[in-house]
């Protein structure tokens, strides 16, 4: 009899299959990674190389040269505009306004009655006190002939006399109140608004106008203690107001004020300025420069050349020179300087720079030091030392 063949099971593991298809999977992976890593490593070694020959090109910019000028010194401040004679004019004594002689605004002579107050009772009194007063004169006469005849004593003259000086007193007191009531121009001017009317009881000091002298004008402002070494009275004033753009008045330095003051150590000044149009009125703000009698040679370039920075001015010069790639190009080199008085659209250099020295006018914000440079100057805005705005 034969032997039962041995039973065979449905399904068996085979580890060592599965295992060695993980550790292809696996290389598979790490080839395929390989492979990116060295073709983005080749990518970003390109790169670099690129990056280290890559020339960048020019920057297109505008050019001005460095110019000698002859400048007028001047000192610049902020003041105001006065009257060269102002009041509020006021009664002196209690009354009822009984005539208005002024418009608002209008310009009046010195003496001009502007207001009149009633004064019909003083002359009333004025009458009596002049009738009384003619009668004393003539008491006083006959008094004095009679005492060259020795019809009368010396005590009965003296009586007399001191009748007739009393009556002539009343006379003399009563017009002067009736002169008081009677409000007049000081000076010629030009009156403000009037704050009374007419029938209205004024006591003594309410306003009635304003009376402002404006020709000429003053100008007060203020200048540093520095500045008494250079300016002296008699010196050129310029002034300028906002109100009327583009113009400017001329006149004289004619006060300085012979004390500093301790809060700010300025001195006061004041300038004398023709104002015959009238133009000028007290209050208004007003831009100074007093003019120096001789004019100083400096450097001066345009403001839009001059890179503003914390730690120091400075401006780009231009000259040719080799760029990164070797060729000869026209390069910027940044160069520090220091600034002066600043005039319309010109900056003075006081040092850093010499006459003649060309510099990039705009464009000096995107530029480094020896970066390649190309000169457009068709588009190159104008560059007036007094440049007049025009309104669109």
Known sequence: MHAPAPEVPLSSPRPASRVKRWVIGVLLLVAVFAGLVAVKAGQIVAMIKAGETFVPPPESVTSAQAESFGWQGTRSAVGTVIALRGVT????????????????????????????????????????????????????????????????????????????????ATVAHLKSLI????????????????QVELGQLVSPGNPIASLQSTSPALVEFQLPQQALAQVKQGQKVRLRVDVFPGESWEGDLTTINPEVEMSSRNVRMRATVPN????????????????????????????????????????????????????????????????????????????????????V??????????????????????VEAAPQPVNP
Do not use: C, H, W
């Not at 003619?134 to 006959?142: C, H, K, P, V």
């Not at 002169?179 to 009037?194: E, L, N, Q, Y």
């Open 276 to 359: 015959a149009d009238g133009r000028l009125l007290p209050g208004m703000f007003a831009s100074v420069e007093v003019l120096s009698d001789a004019s100083e040679p400096v450097v001066a370039i345009p403001a839009t050349a001059v890179l503003f920075a914390p730690y120091g001015d400075s401006v780009f010069t231009l000259a040719e020179g080799k760029d990164a790639a070797g060729k000869t190009a026209l390069l910027a080199r940044q160069q520090f300087v220091r600034l002066g008085e600043r005039r319309g659209d010109y900056v003075a250099v006081t040092s850093g720079l010499k006459p003649g020295q060309t510099v």
């Open 89 to 168: 004019l006021s009664a002196e004594l209690p009354g009822v306004v009984n005539d208005i002689r002024f418009e608002n605004g209008a310009s009046v002579k010195k003496g001009q009655v502007l207001v009149q107050l009633d004064t019909s009772s003083e002359l009333a009194q004025l009458a009596g006190a002049e009738a009384d007063a003619e009668l004393s004169r003539l008491n006083r006469d006959r008094a004095e002939k009679l005492n060259a005849q020795g019809a009368n004593t010396q005590s009965d003259l003296d009586a007399v006399r001191a009748r007739a000086t009393q009556a002539a």
């Open 179 to 194: 002169a008081k009531k009677t409000i007049r121009a000081p000076f010629d001017g030009r009156v403000g608004i009037r």
């Open 361 to 382: 006018s705009s464009g000096v914000f995107k530029l480094k030091n020896g970066a390649a440079v190309v000169v457009n100057n068709a588009l190159a805005p104008p």
